[in-house]
């Protein structure tokens, strides 16, 4: 027994055998705001083998009241979140693989991640990511976790491929808020709670624990006091087109209908080139400078104009902060860098 999992062996249902399955998986955490930087850094003390994480964002200000990982510095540079974590979670444990990567989580992105995780775990802020998720889910029968969270509420659910019902088969049967964090606000302990639960089932997972697996979807209202379960076991629908006899996973078909979205709740549009897209940050640089306050870092360069702020990332995508109308940020997207 080495020290330093020695108190995580000595607990009966991970023992000697389930430290070592963990350390042989690899876990794929979609998202590193709050509930991702929550799971990601309690999953690389845990020892697994290898940690991907998947984020498009960098940090901000009102980020770090609950999103663990990052520090003011973080916010100051406006690094990647994901690049951010991983500086960070390597000075946690030098001995967990991890690849952080600064990108959409999109189905040609994620296809040949997920192919080699054990279990993947929900960290975004919107369903049309989680529909992804769960098809990718299925197809390649890896498990994933719901998670959600937003004012003093959260809700998870673990989805296990062909054993129950899917995240479509439930929200066919159960209602979903439309509140976000930027409209309802968010305490920190919602989001330990949900990213409590889900780091639990993920290990229950890696240890192959089956029978300790919870088959409910959970929610809670900490500031209320409340808390309920739903039993699923009903839920499922053999004409689910995600898990059902017949399955054609509609939602890895979306691809190329996301190239230009809102982003949930934050008054940003995100446009994706439909090719990849390297930007010279020097040559835009001198570009933009004609049309406001340039700061950059070696992963993105944004531009301040007097009603929006452009951030682009290196990958081509780029946000238009301060609109929610498409056709305008379009516009303004191919005034400036078209
Ligand atoms: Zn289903």
Redesign the pocket.
């Known amino acids: 027994m080495t020290e330093r999992y020695s108190r995580q062996q000595l607990f009966q249902p991970v023992g000697n055998k389930g430290q070592q399955q963990i350390r042989s998986k690899h876990v794929l955490v979609v998202g590193a705001g709050a509930l991702g930087s929550a799971s990601a850094e309690a999953l690389v003390r845990a020892g697994i083998g290898k940690l991907t994480l998947v984020d498009r964002d960098y940090v901000e200000w009102s980020n770090l009241q609950r999103q663990q990982l990052y520090t003011e510095q973080d916010a100051q540079n406006k690094l990647p979140k994901a690049v951010a974590a991983k500086n960070r979670l390597r000075q946690i444990n030098t001995e967990v693989k991890i690849e952080a990567l600064v990108m959409d989580a999109q189905p040609a992105n994620l296809e040949s991640i997920v192919q080699t995780a054990d279990v993947i775990i929900d960290a975004t802020d919107n369903f049309d990511i989680r529909f992804i998720l769960n098809d990718l889910s299925h197809k390649y029968e890896v498990p994933w976790i719901y998670g959600s969270c937003v004012g003093s509420y959260g809700a998870t659910y673990t989805i296990i491929p062909n054993v129950t019902?899917?995240?479509?088969?439930i929200l066919k049967k159960m209602p979903v808020g439309g509140a976000t964090c930027e409209t309802a606000g968010i305490i920190s302990p919602a989001v330990q709670i949900v990213a409590a639960y889900q780091i639990t089932e993920a290990l229950k997972i890696l240890v192959e624990d089956v029978e300790a697996l919870r088959h409910t979807f959970l929610t809670f209202d900490v500031w209320n006091n409340q808390h309920a379960e739903f039993k699923t076991g009903k839920m499922?629908?053999d004409k689910?087109s995600?898990?059902?006899s017949t399955q054609t996973y509609p939602y890895l078909a979306y691809e190329n209908q996301l190239k230009t979205e809102v982003l949930c709740g934050r008054e940003t549009v995100q446009i994706r080139p439909s090719q990849r897209h390297l930007y010279n940050f020097d040559e835009l640089e001198k570009r933009l400078k004609k049309q406001g306050k340039v700061d950059r870092n070696p992963y993105l360069l944004s531009c301040q104009l007097p009603e929006q702020r452009f951030v682009i990332f290196q990958d081509g995508r780029v946000f238009i902060h301060g609109t929610n109308d498409i056709q305008f940020a379009r516009s303004l997207y191919y005034r400036l860098l078209g």
């Open positions: 019902p899917c995240l479509h088969c499922k629908s689910c995600s898990c059902g």
